[in-house]
């Protein structure tokens, strides 16, 4: 039985021998098979990865373009919704333009009407004004021809008359002598009726003496007054052009204000609809500082910008109380000068690099940056105080201990972060301290590499952080990181500080733009008064010259009857005194002779030829002065009440 066991054994192992030999041929045929299938599957894989990479880097730059498109989208939607209502208002105003317009043609037309007839009647005036003024020139030069033709005539007259009354006086006394006889009986009755007649002709002689030098006064005054009224004529005339002159430069002026009026109206609308604008700007941008506010607050809670505030208002506090002293100045100028920032505005990268930062720095992007930790102490103990609210963490930089690093060569595969980020100088030992041991690597597979063999950590573009210590961390962070927003929170935040500055400068200018408005209105209500004042004036003037020429015109009257007073009464004196003569030299007589002498007979014969003589001359004289006066007072009418009147108006015409 063993021997028959004992060679099935042989047999048994000989033919397993023969089977695990074929079982290892199958098997090394089904791994290398399975080899070569892993092989392309790894392939496979790998060319997988690579699209997938490509995909996701597809997918990253499609998500950044979605980000950029749809800021842009939020832009372009808030500046056609301000295109709408400026439209609206643009059409609102338009409509008002142009029916503002329509008024203003219509003006317009009234006024080229108004302006043509105007020019037409201002050109027949000049004419009709240049004609009356040559008619003018024209008699007054005959008028003084006709004038002193008229006065020689006169003064020939005067004196003819004279000749003749004496003439006529020597006549009747002669006549009287010669029937004196029949008159008195006695010499006696004849020496008391002359010496009566004598008293009576002495009386008349120094009365008529008398009006004659009060006449001559009158006259002297008269013609004072017509010197002092000429010459008060030729001042207003003068005074009329130079208020002519002020009436056309003040209504130059008032026209120039009530431009400039325009134009500061049409300006304070401008600023009123810019001011209106800047608002809505704020509003909008208030709107997005709201929104990146809760969605900082649920990122990383509302330490970020609580306790950004509070430091703020201790930083101010602070500033308001070094203004009030020396030894308050002296103590918190080194806090204020001493508070750097938060971290996050300390420092500027590229946009692409926003995942990095964040990943690196964590939650002390928002840490407080000071000089000395006693600053820290000082600004804690300060919102203890106030209560403010926040959460305050701070980097003192005296604190910081920073040790040398070696960096590996890692050509353009890796780069120090440091080197990424741009800082002023006094930042760098924070900026050392916080990202000098932190590689930026190009994939996940160098970052790895890099973590083991420089014992620093690692990140990629894409977030992926491996620390030197081996834990890794990464994913997928979206779209917006914290640092994104909070760079938005601080640019809307610059941008809502530069429109209030802008609306600080619009308010300004509408103050200064308002204060303009008023004095041009006050210069336009002092230069309507003085224009009012002025055009009163020239009018008071025209009125006062007209007068003053009817005062002219009656002086003269005056004076010609004056004139003509004085010539009637010296022409009387003559032959009153030849009487007196005559009278006085007939008392010698001691009888009454009716008889005249022989000399007396051939004086009356000689007075009588040259009384009808004069007579003769009289009466030529007196036809031809009064052809002269004819025409004279024809002239004065004509030039008073026709031709000057109507170059006053024709002159009031133009002016107007």
């Not at 080229?112 to 240049?130: F, I, P, R, V």
């Not at 008064?529 to 009656?554: C, G, P, W, Y």
């Not at 005559?582 to 030829?609: P, V």
């Amino acid at each position: 039985s063993l021997q028959t066991e004992s060679n099935d054994l042989e047999k048994w192992l000989k033919w397993d021998k023969r089977r695990r030999l074929l079982e290892y041929i199958i098997a090394n045929k089904e791994s290398e098979v399975s080899k070569n299938e892993i092989l392309k599957l790894e392939r496979r894989q790998e060319a997988e990865n690579q699209v997938l990479e490509e995909k996701r880097k597809r997918l990253e730059d499609f998500q950044q373009k979605c980000k950029v498109c749809d800021k842009k989208l939020k832009l372009i939607c808030g500046i056609l919704d301000e295109h709408r209502k400026d439209l609206k208002q643009i059409t609102k105003q338009m409509n008002e333009l142009d029916e503002q317009k329509a008024r203003i043609e219509s003006k317009i037309n009234d006024f080229k009407e108004s302006l043509d007839y105007n020019k037409e009647s201002e050109l027949k005036a000049k004419q009709e004004l240049l004609e009356v003024r040559n008619e003018i020139d024209k008699k007054k030069k005959r008028l003084v021809f006709v004038t002193t033709k008229y006065d020689n005539l006169r003064k020939k007259e005067n004196d003819l008359v004279c000749e003749l009354k004496a003439k006529q006086s020597r006549k009747v006394e002669i006549y009287s002598k010669q029937k004196r006889k029949e008159n008195f009986r006695t010499v006696e009755d004849r020496d008391k009726w002359i010496q009566s007649e004598l008293t009576a002709l002495k009386g008349q002689i120094e009365t008529n003496t008398r009006r004659v030098k009060v006449l001559k006064d009158e006259e002297y005054e008269t013609t004072a007054e017509i010197d002092e009224l000429t010459e008060q004529q030729k001042s207003f005339v003068t005074k009329a052009k130079n208020l002519f002159k002020s009436l056309q430069s003040e209504r130059q002026e008032l026209c120039e204000s009530s431009k400039l009026g325009k134009q500061l109206e049409s300006k304070r609308r401008e600023f009123w609809q810019l001011d209106n604008e800047l608002k809505a700007k704020e509003f909008k941008h208030n709107e997005d500082k709201q929104k990146i506010e809760s969605k900082l607050k649920k990122m990383s809670g509302s330490s970020a910008t609580v306790s950004r505030d509070s430091v703020a208002k201790v930083l101010q506090s602070f500033e308001e109380r070094a203004d009030r002293s020396d030894a308050a100045e002296a103590q918190l100028r080194p806090i204020i000068d001493g508070y750097l920032g938060q971290l996050i505005d300390c420092f500027s990268f590229d946009p692409n690099l926003s995942k990095v930062v964040e990943v690196t720095a964590k939650s002390k992007l928002f840490s407080h940056i000071i000089t000395n930790d006693k600053i820290g102490t000082k600004i804690i103990a300060e919102v203890n105080e106030r209560h403010l609210p926040g959460e305050f963490n701070f980097i003192a930089i005296n604190k910081l201990q920073l040790k040398p690093i070696k960096y590996p060569q890692f050509q353009n595969d890796a780069r120090p972060l440091t080197s990424l980020l741009k800082f002023d100088q006094k930042y760098e030992k924070v900026m050392k301290f916080l990202f000098d041991r932190t590689l930026v690597c190009r994939t996940l597979e160098l970052a790895t590499t890099f973590s083991r063999s420089a014992k620093l950590d690692c990140v990629t573009i894409d977030g992926d952080f491996i620390s030197c210590k081996g834990y890794m961390t990464g994913g997928y962070y979206g779209v917006d990181t914290r640092v994104e927003n909070f760079l938005k929170w601080k640019s809307i935040l610059s941008r809502i500080d530069a429109i209030r500055q802008e609306m600080a400068q619009c308010l300004g200018r509408r103050e200064d733009n308002e204060k303009q408005l008023i004095l041009n209105s006050n210069l336009m209500t002092e230069l309507d008064i003085k224009h009012n004042n002025t055009k009163r004036e020239f009018d008071h003037l025209k009125n006062s010259k007209d007068k003053m020429h009817q005062q002219l015109v009656a002086l003269k009257t005056k004076q010609e009857s004056i004139a003509r007073s004085i010539a009637s009464l010296e022409s009387t004196l003559p032959s009153m005194r030849a009487n007196k003569e005559s009278f006085e030299s007939e008392l010698e007589f001691k009888t009454l002779d009716s008889q005249l002498t022989s000399d007396e007979e051939r004086e009356l014969s000689a007075i009588l030829k040259e009384i009808e003589s004069l007579s003769a001359k009289h009466s030529d004289l007196c036809e031809r002065r009064n052809i002269y006066a004819d025409e004279k007072s024809s002239l004065e009418s004509e030039l008073d009440k026709n031709l000057v009147q109507r170059k006053n108006e024709l002159e009031m015409t133009l002016i107007d």
